[in-house]
C-alpha cells in the first residue's frame, strides 16, 4: 500500500512538474504581461485576507470605464434667493452607480432694480417656469439621451444635446405657428396707397446753409424686443458643464484643464493664462437715487504684471476704502422749502445700499464724482492710477435711451444724442486716460432694410 501511494505520489509530482513547464512556455510563447506574472507570485506572500483586495486592484485597471447612468436636475436658490437650476450625474463605476459632482448655473433673466411690482412678479414667474421646464427636461428625456455613454467623450455629449435642442426649437415654433394659424383670421388684400411725399423744409430768412445742414440725423428706431429665449434651453449648457466637471473628476484632473484639453485636441498646451481680473466696485445708474444715470458700473482693473492673488487682494482693499468713505461721510441733511440744503446744493451721500453686482450703489450727480472718489482712494492707498491698475465704465447704453426723445439721458433732464455722446466719452477719456474700457456706450442698433 505505501508503495503504491508513494509511486502515486511520485507521479501527481512529476504531472504539476510538467504543467508548470507547459505554463512557462506558453507565457514565453504568448508574450503575457509581467506584470501579471509577478501578481500571481506576489499573492503568495500575502495573507488570505489581502489576496482579494490586492487583485482588484489590479483588474480594476482593466474593468469598463465609467458610463453616465443618471443626471437629476434640481431647483435651488442663488445668491440672490433667486431660483435657478443644479445638475447632479452619477456614474455606473465597476458595475456600482456612484455620485460623482454637481454644477449650478445663474438663470437667464436679468435683475431689473427699483422695477414695478408687477413686473418683479412677471418675471418670478418667468425665471420659476424657465427652471422647472429645464428640470423636466433633464429628468424625463436627456438622462435618457445620454446613458452609458463615457463622460470623457464630451463631442458625443455635446452632439446629443444639440439634436435634442434643435428638436425642442423645431416643436416650439411648429406649436406658435399652428396657434397663429388657429387665432388670426385670413387677411384680405386691399391696394396700398403710397402717401404723398412731404414737402420739403423751408429755409428761414438769414439761415446759412453750412455743415450742420447737409448731414440729416439718423432716425431712432423703436427698441428691439428681447430675444426670446425657449423655456428649459439652461438645461443644455448646465448638463454640458456637469458632464465636462464629471470627467475632469474622474480623471482627478482641475476642470480648467480638461477643458483645455478638449479645445486642444487633447494636447497639454505649454502655458496657462487667467483672464484679466474686472472688479466692480462702484454702482450709479437708473437704480440709483442720485441724478447720474451713465455709469452703471465702475470697475477696477489690476495690471496684468500682478499676480491673481494680488490683484483681488487689491479690488478688496480699494472696496474696503469705499466702505470707509461712506462711514465718514456726514448724514444728509434735511430738505426745506428753497430745496436741498436750504438751496445750497451739496455733495450727496453714498447711500451704502449694495445692487445685485455686489458693489455699493452711489448717490452721485456728475460724472466727475465717482472717478474723484477713486482717484482720492488711490491717494490714500499709495497707488497711481493708471499704472497699478485702470478702469473700466459699464456704460449700459440701452438703460439710458429715451425713445419719446430719441437721445440718451446722461442725467435727469440731461439729453443727448448719439454725436454729443460720442464727445462725452472722448472728453472723459481725454480727461481720465486711466479708462481703458467702455462696456455698451450705445444702445444696440437695429439694421434697417432697404
Known amino acids: 500500500m505505501g508503495e503504491e501511494g508513494g509511486g502515486r505520489s511520485g507521479g501527481i509530482s512529476r504531472d504539476l512538474l510538467k504543467l508548470k513547464q507547459q505554463a512557462m512556455a506558453y507565457y514565453q510563447e504568448n508574450d503575457v504581461p509581467r506584470k501579471l506574472e509577478e501578481l500571481l507570485n506576489s499573492t503568495f506572500y500575502l495573507q488570505p485576507a489581502d489576496v482579494y483586495g490586492h487583485l482588484a486592484n489590479y483588474f480594476s485597471k482593466l474593468a469598463k470605464p465609467p458610463s453616465i ?3 437629476v436636475g434640481k431647483t435651488i436658490l442663488d445668491g440672490l434667493g ?31 432694480e427699483n422695477a414695478l411690482p408687477e413686473m418683479v412678479d412677471a418675471d418670478e414667474a418667468e425665471r420659476q417656469q424657465a427652471v422647472s421646464k429645464a428640470v ?5 428625456f436627456i438622462t435618457e439621451e445620454l446613458w452609458g455613454l463615457i463622460p470623457s467623450n464630451q463631442a458625443e455629449v455635446d452632439r446629443r444635446l444639440r439634436i435634442f435642442f434643435e428638436h ?28 404723398p411725399p412731404p414737402p420739403p423744409p423751408s429755409k428761414k430768412k438769414g439761415q446759412k446753409a453750412g455743415r450742420r445742414d447737409t448731414l440729416l440725423e439718423k432716425p431712432i428706431f423703436p427698441p428691439e424686443p428681447p430675444e426670446p429665449v425657449l423655456h428649459g434651453s439652461m ?33 497639454q498646451p505649454s502655458t496657462f493664462s487667467m483672464p484679466l481680473l474686472m472688479g466692480s466696485v462702484l454702482s450709479c445708474g437708473k437704480s440709483s437715487p442720485g441724478k447720474l444715470h451713465l455709469m452703471k458700473e465702475v470697475m477696477c482693473i489690476p495690471s496684468p504684471g500682478l499676480t491673481t492673488k494680488q490683484g483681488i487682494e487689491l479690488l478688496l482693499e480699494i472696496q474696503k476704502q469705499v ?3 461712506m462711514e465718514t461721510l456726514p448724514p444728509p441733511k434735511p430738505e426745506t422749502k428753497k430745496g436741498h440744503n436750504g438751496g ?4 450727496p451721500p453714498i447711500t451704502g445700499r449694495a445692487s445685485h453686482l455686489g458693489c455699493l450703489t452711489i448717490n452721485y450727480d456728475t460724472i466727475e464724482q465717482p472717478l474723484l472718489l477713486i482717484q482720492g482712494i488711490c491717494s490714500n492707498l499709495g497707488l497711481e492710477l493708471g499704472v497699478n491698475f485702470h478702469l473700466a465704465i459699464n456704460c449700459a447704453g440701452h438703460e439710458l435711451m429715451d425713445y419719446s426723445k430719441g437721445k440718451y439721458e446722461v442725467m435727469v433732464g440731461t439729453y443727448k444724442s448719439a454725436a454729443e455722446m460720442v464727445e462725452l466719452y472722448v472728453d472723459l477719456i481725454n480727461k481720465y486716460p486711466s479708462i481703458i474700457a467702455l462696456i455698451d456706450p450705445f444702445r444696440k442698433e437695429k439694421k434697417c432694410v432697404t
Open 69 to 71: 447612468c443618471k443626471i
Open 82 to 112: 433667486l431660483p435657478t437650476l443644479q445638475v447632479e450625474i452619477s456614474c455606473t463605476i465597476q458595475n456600482f452607480p456612484k455620485y460623482i459632482c454637481s454644477v449650478a448655473i445663474p438663470t437667464h433673466s436679468e435683475v431689473v
Open 136 to 140: 423636466r427636461w433633464i429628468n424625463q
Open 168 to 195: 425642442k426649437v423645431q416643436a416650439d415654433k411648429d406649436r406658435k405657428e399652428l396657434e397663429r394659424s388657429q387665432e388670426e383670421p385670413v387677411p384680405m388684400t386691399l391696394p396700398v396707397i403710397l402717401p
Open 235 to 267: 438645461a443644455i449648457g448646465a448638463v454640458s458643464l456637469a458632464v465636462a466637471k464629471t470627467s475632469a473628476t474622474l480623471a482627478g484632473t482641475p476642470l480648467y484643464l480638461t477643458l483645455a484639453l478638449l479645445k486642444h485636441d487633447q494636447e
Open 323 to 325: 466702505n470707509r468713505a
Open 344 to 347: 445750497k446744493r451739496s455733495q
